[in-house]
């Protein structure tokens, strides 16, 4: 079942490695508006003497954009959640594998996601359900430090969220939004500074998922022609 959202503002914050976005959408009567998009540029942290000081200036940044847009007349405040040691997976369930099974049965399959680094590290995972039946799920799991450290950040910059969300859920939402019958296959990409990530649907469904730690970074200003 869709959510159901009440009439009023929304916004979502996304913190990247090149800059801070935020959007406020307005909600009336049914139909969605964007009345809001705002984005605070970075400085590199190779500019600052320690990551102490660049976590400052990122907050400072947060307060910055929270001071554009009308914050307290918000009814919800989220976050758009990436990161290299994010892990996702679509993920097909077995057919005997009831709902009330699910938290055990991904809470295993998530651990199993996680880098060898981070095996033996407190994490965090959660799941949308995509398909009922056959059960499938689009399942993330990062360890718990990574998601704290930007938690963080928006405490420290007096923003208190309502969700930090992994980029696929916003996705799979964005879906929803877009006029994509009569498509038999179609992707989302999104090309962020340091990092892209993929997702491909097939016959309405999500099929195939990537993250690539590659971004506009790496894209050269000019090209010669000889590029291959």
Known sequence: MKPVFADGLY???DVGAFAIKVVVVE??????????AEEEILKPITEFPSEVEYREHVVRALQQLAERIPLNQ??????????????????DLPSQVLPE?????????????????????????????????????????????????????YQEAGIRLKGLYPEIFG????????????????SLINTGH???HMLIFANGEAKFTRQIPSGIAEVPDHFTGNEP
């Open 11 to 13: 916004a979502a914050f």
């Open 27 to 36: 909600r009336a009567n049914g139909k969605n508006r964007l009345a809001v």
């Open 74 to 91: 918000c009814r919800d405040l989220t976050g758009v959640f990436t990161n290299r040691e994010l892990q996702i997976k679509l993920l």
């Open 101 to 153: 099974q699910f938290d055990s049965v991904l809470n295993f399959e998530a651990k199993k996601l996680l880098s060898p680094n981070f095996r033996n590290e407190p994490y965090v995972y959660s799941y949308r359900i995509l398909r009922d039946s056959p059960p499938v799920v689009a399942l993330a799991v990062v360890p718990q430090s990574h998601l704290q450290r930007q938690l963080d950040l």
């Open 171 to 186: 996705e799979l939402a964005t879906k929803e939004l877009l006029p994509t019958s009569g498509l038999p296959v179609f």
């Open 194 to 196: 340091t990092t892209t």
